[in-house]
Every structure is written in structure tokens, then in C-alpha cells.
């Protein structure tokens, strides 16, 4: 009874907010297919995989706040009709008015091992969002480590965790101005080379959070306390200015000198932040062709797909067949959300299904939008594919059955041969 299957509503969203093609692209892109689908449509049908999905995303959350590492980082957004906003500050609870808009992206790691990926588009910042999620947070769990940059609005104020500072971005300082101080940025990026280099040894290696902290502890500890008090001589003995871009590079090293040395205290903390920051890459695709959403519902959809879609790549699952489960069993996903994890759901669908769990997802929806179902692909040496036809597809259409057909239309000649006709080229 559905004029849309499940699967053309998921592989709209997955097109727009995983290949960032907005709507009207993809109708043009599916006229030019022959297939006539509006715009409007295609918004119809996100709006069927939210209402499915919003479900999971709030357990997501809710699981979120358990996690025992979380990364956070975020880029620029903007929502037209959501210019500014009256927000309490978190830590003097005075009225101020806010207008910076982001898409915030926090990225939760479970004592499970699972990667919950959490996205907020709005006016907020990495901060806020930490708050939301670790508010509530049992007292009796272990104190959680927070990766991130070092700005000060990007730190939690709702319980007691653990902050990481991210490296990464002190060897981009350094690198933007190694050609005007190639002896003085030279120093870091040398050093930071090596203690990057013991840190893919223990990723290689295989070493646990104890092993690789000792190993941190006695080959990179070294070179980062050689970094920071370099620059510590330099700025003393005024060889660099500290209002400079070399000294605001070793500024920023000696003011974070305890967040970017936590890699060296604590066992699990990551070395630098660049898992959340390659993760935003999917809103900036999508800002680069829609540079705007139109208001904040727009944005929550945008939010819903990327936290349950994201979290269901990060697992490995098969994002389209993950989408239709959700619509096909909408019903179920409300009452038991738990169930509906992307790393739990197909133990969920099979036993909806009375089906054995197998190594490759079962085949979506498609033989119900009418077509018929390929048999074996074809390739340079084998024979065209056969289809089986669908017993469910309707009848074909009569309407021009044992009607005569007009007779074809006289083929008018084109300018090239009525030239060559009279000789009027050679």
C-alpha cells in the first residue's frame, strides 16, 4: 500500500546527509534517470526515517552518559531562522544572548567497546553538549576522560572528569610557521614527530592502555618536557616575542602544559583529537552544498540521521538495511529501543523474523516497489543476467491493447545531409 518502499526513503537520506546531495539535486539527478521524483517528496520520506529512528537516538544518549571516554569537537552551522537565542551561562546562571551556531559532534566509547556518535545543531558548543549527556551520570562510576580541544568553553561543569588536551593541534601551529621560524618550530615538530611515531608503534604493536602509558612514560615524555621548556628559554631570554606566531605556538604549549601531557597520566587517554574532527567531515560536506538549514526542524532531522547512522557506520552495519529495519518495525523500535542499537538490532529482526542470524544482512524491501529482482550479475564473460518476474507485481496496464497506433511521423533530414543532397559540400 506504500508508493515509496522502505529502501527509497533510506537511500534518500543517506544520499543527502552521507553524500551531501541536497533534495533538489537529487531530483534532478533522478529525473535525468527517468525516474520523476520531487523534492518535496524526498522530504516526506526523511521525515518517515526520523520519526523511526528518533526513538534509538534518545537511548543512544541516555547510553552516552555511561561511557567511560568521550572526544568532542565541533564546526560552523547556521539555521536561518535561528539567529540568536537567551541562554543561561552554565557557571554564573546570568542571561546572556548567544549567537554562535555549531554542529557539535561527542563521540562516547562505552566500557562495551561500542562508539556511540552523538551530533546537536544549534547554538552551542562542545561544552554544553558534554553537560547534556554526562548530566545524571552515577557518582559510583570511574571519573570519565574527555578528549578535546583546549578552549575553555568546551569543558563540563555537571561532574568531576578527566581532561585531555589535543596535541594535534600544537603541531599545526607549529607547521603554519616553520618556513619564517624553521629553527625555533623545527625544535617542536621534531620532537612531536617521534612521540606521534611511539604512538603508532603502540597501535601496531597492540599494547593495552597500561602498557602503552609506560611506554609513553619512558620514550615520549622526554621529548614533550624538551618541547615546553625550550620554549620556555626562548620566551625568557626574549629570542621570540610572545605576541608572535612562533611564540603564541609555544605559548599555547606552556599555558595547556597539563591537558597535552595527559597522555602521559592517565592509561586510555588519547594522544590527540583527530577521531571527532574527521568525523564532522559529514556536515561540512553537506554545508558546502547547502550552506543552510531553513530552521531548527531541519536541523534536528539533520541531527537524528547523522547520531543513528554514524553510530550504526562505527559498527559496521549496512546503513541502508539498518534504515529499513527501522521503518519496517517502527512499532517495535518505540517500545523496546534498547533492542534497536545498530550492534544489537539483527539479533532483534531476526527474532521478529524467526530467522537464523546469518553473516550478510537479509534483502531489503525492493521487490515491493514493482520491479523485478536480478538473478546474477552480469560481467565481461557471462551471459546476460536473468530476471524473475514478481508474482506481486501488478498487471500490466491495456490502454493502447487492440488499439490502431498513427502512422510514424516522416524523418526529417538533417542540414548535413541535405548539403551532401545538393552537393553543396564536398
Same mark, same amino acid.
Given at each position: 500500500?506504500?508508493?515509496? %518502499?522502505?529502501?527509497?526513503?533510506?537511500?534518500?537520506?543517506?544520499?543527502?546527509?552521507?553524500?551531501?546531495?541536497?533534495?533538489?539535486?537529487?531530483?534532478?539527478?533522478?529525473?535525468?534517470?527517468?525516474?520523476?521524483?520531487?523534492?518535496?517528496?524526498?522530504?516526506?520520506?526523511?521525515?518517515?526515517?526520523?520519526?523511526?529512528?528518533?526513538?534509538?537516538?534518545?537511548?543512544?544518549?541516555?547510553?552516552?552518559?555511561?561511557?567511560?571516554?568521550?572526544?568532542?569537537? $565541533?564546526?560552523?552551522?547556521?539555521?536561518?531562522?535561528?539567529?540568536?537565542?537567551?541562554?543561561?551561562?552554565?557557571?554564573?546562571?546570568?542571561?546572556?544572548?548567544?549567537?554562535?551556531?555549531?554542529?557539535?559532534?561527542?563521540?562516547?566509547?562505552?566500557?562495551?567497546?561500542?562508539?556511540?556518535?552523538?551530533?546537536?545543531?544549534?547554538?552551542?558548543?562542545?561544552?554544553?553538549?558534554?553537560?547534556?549527556?554526562?548530566?545524571?551520570?552515577?557518582?559510583?562510576?570511574?571519573?570519565?576522560?574527555?578528549?578535546?580541544?583546549?578552549?575553555?568553553?568546551?569543558?563540563?561543569?555537571?561532574?568531576?572528569?578527566?581532561?585531555?588536551?589535543?596535541?594535534?593541534?600544537?603541531?599545526?601551529?607549529?607547521?603554519?610557521?616553520?618556513?619564517?621560524?624553521?629553527?625555533?618550530?623545527?625544535?617542536?615538530?621534531?620532537?612531536?614527530?617521534?612521540?606521534? $611515531?611511539?604512538?603508532?608503534?603502540?597501535?601496531?604493536?597492540?599494547?593495552?592502555?597500561?602498557?602503552?602509558? =609506560?611506554?609513553?612514560?619512558?620514550?615520549?615524555?622526554?621529548?614533550?618536557?624538551?618541547?615546553?621548556?625550550?620554549?620556555?628559554?626562548?620566551?625568557?631570554?626574549?629570542?621570540?616575542?610572545?605576541?608572535?606566531?612562533?611564540?603564541?605556538?609555544?605559548?599555547?604549549?606552556?599555558?595547556?602544559?597539563?591537558?597535552? %601531557?595527559?597522555?602521559?597520566?592517565?592509561?586510555?587517554?588519547?594522544?590527540?583529537?583527530?577521531?571527532?574532527?574527521?568525523?564532522?567531515?559529514?556536515?561540512?560536506?553537506?554545508?558546502?552544498?547547502?550552506?543552510?538549514?531553513?530552521?531548527?526542524?531541519?536541523?534536528?532531522?539533520?541531527?537524528?540521521?547523522?547520531?543513528?547512522?554514524?553510530?550504526?557506520?562505527?559498527?559496521?552495519?549496512?546503513?541502508?538495511?539498518?534504515?529499513?529495519?527501522?521503518?519496517?518495525?517502527?512499532?517495535?523500535?518505540? =517500545?523496546?529501543?534498547?533492542?534497536?542499537?545498530?550492534?544489537?538490532?539483527?539479533?532483534?529482526?531476526?527474532?521478529?523474523?524467526?530467522?537464523?542470524?546469518?553473516?550478510?544482512?537479509?534483502?531489503?524491501?525492493?521487490?515491493?516497489?514493482?520491479?523485478?529482482?536480478?538473478?546474477? %550479475?552480469?560481467?565481461?564473460?557471462?551471459?546476460?543476467?536473468?530476471?524473475?518476474?514478481?508474482?506481486?507485481?501488478?498487471?500490466?496496464?491495456?490502454?493502447?491493447?487492440?488499439?490502431?497506433?498513427?502512422?510514424?511521423?516522416?524523418?526529417?533530414?538533417?542540414?548535413?545531409?541535405?548539403?551532401?543532397?545538393?552537393?553543396?559540400?564536398?
Amino acid at each position: 500500500k506504500r508508493l515509496y %518502499s522502505y529502501s527509497a526513503a533510506s537511500v534518500c537520506c543517506i544520499y543527502k546527509y552521507f553524500g551531501g546531495l541536497p533534495w533538489f539535486r537529487q531530483e534532478t539527478l533522478q529525473t535525468a534517470l527517468g525516474v520523476n521524483v520531487p523534492d518535496s517528496t524526498m522530504s516526506d520520506l526523511t521525515e518517515r526515517v526520523v520519526n523511526a529512528a528518533i526513538h534509538v537516538v534518545r537511548y543512544l544518549r541516555t547510553s552516552a552518559r555511561d561511557a567511560v571516554r568521550l572526544l568532542g569537537d $565541533d564546526t560552523g552551522a547556521q539555521i536561518l531562522e535561528l539567529k540568536s537565542t537567551m541562554r543561561a551561562e552554565r557557571r554564573t546562571g546570568k542571561l546572556v544572548e548567544r549567537t554562535g551556531c555549531h554542529v557539535s559532534c561527542v563521540i562516547a566509547i562505552t566500557s562495551e567497546g561500542h562508539r556511540i556518535v552523538i551530533y546537536r545543531v544549534g547554538i552551542q558548543h562542545t561544552g554544553e553538549l558534554l553537560d547534556e549527556i554526562l548530566e545524571g551520570r552515577d557518582p559510583q562510576l570511574p571519573v570519565p576522560l574527555v578528549m578535546g580541544d583546549c578552549h575553555a568553553c568546551n569543558t563540563v561543569t555537571v561532574c568531576r572528569v578527566i581532561y585531555g588536551g589535543c596535541n594535534a593541534h600544537g603541531v599545526r601551529r607549529f607547521k603554519a610557521v616553520k618556513d619564517r621560524y624553521p629553527d625555533e618550530a623545527g625544535y617542536a615538530l621534531e620532537r612531536y614527530e617521534r612521540i606521534f $611515531d611511539h604512538e603508532d608503534h603502540c597501535k601496531r604493536v597492540g599494547l593495552d592502555d597500561d602498557q602503552r602509558l =609506560a611506554y609513553h612514560r619512558e620514550h615520549s615524555k622526554p621529548l614533550f618536557d624538551e618541547i615546553c621548556e625550550h620554549g620556555e628559554t626562548l620566551l625568557e631570554e626574549k629570542k621570540i616575542e610572545p605576541n608572535s606566531d612562533i611564540g603564541e605556538a609555544y605559548g599555547y604549549m606552556i599555558n595547556n602544559r597539563v591537558r597535552l %601531557s595527559a597522555f602521559l597520566r592517565h592509561p586510555g587517554m588519547e594522544l590527540h583529537n583527530n577521531e571527532p574532527e574527521r568525523t564532522l567531515r559529514l556536515p561540512v560536506r553537506l554545508r558546502d552544498n547547502a550552506p543552510f538549514f531553513k530552521n531548527a526542524i531541519g536541523a534536528a532531522w539533520a541531527e537524528t540521521i547523522w547520531t543513528v547512522g554514524d553510530t550504526a557506520l562505527a559498527c559496521g552495519c549496512n546503513l541502508s538495511h539498518y534504515f529499513n529495519a527501522l521503518q519496517a518495525h517502527e512499532g517495535d523500535v518505540r =517500545a523496546n529501543p534498547h533492542l534497536w542499537v545498530p550492534w544489537a538490532y539483527r539479533e532483534r529482526l531476526s527474532a521478529l523474523q524467526g530467522l537464523e542470524i546469518g553473516p550478510a544482512p537479509p534483502p531489503d524491501d525492493d521487490e515491493e516497489a514493482g520491479h523485478e529482482t536480478p538473478v546474477n %550479475s552480469t560481467c565481461a564473460n557471462s551471459p546476460p543476467a536473468t530476471s524473475v518476474p514478481n508474482l506481486r507485481r501488478p498487471a500490466a496496464r491495456a490502454t493502447g491493447a487492440g488499439q490502431s497506433r498513427p502512422p510514424p511521423r516522416p524523418v526529417r533530414p538533417t542540414n548535413i545531409e541535405i548539403a551532401l543532397s545538393s552537393n553543396a559540400l564536398s
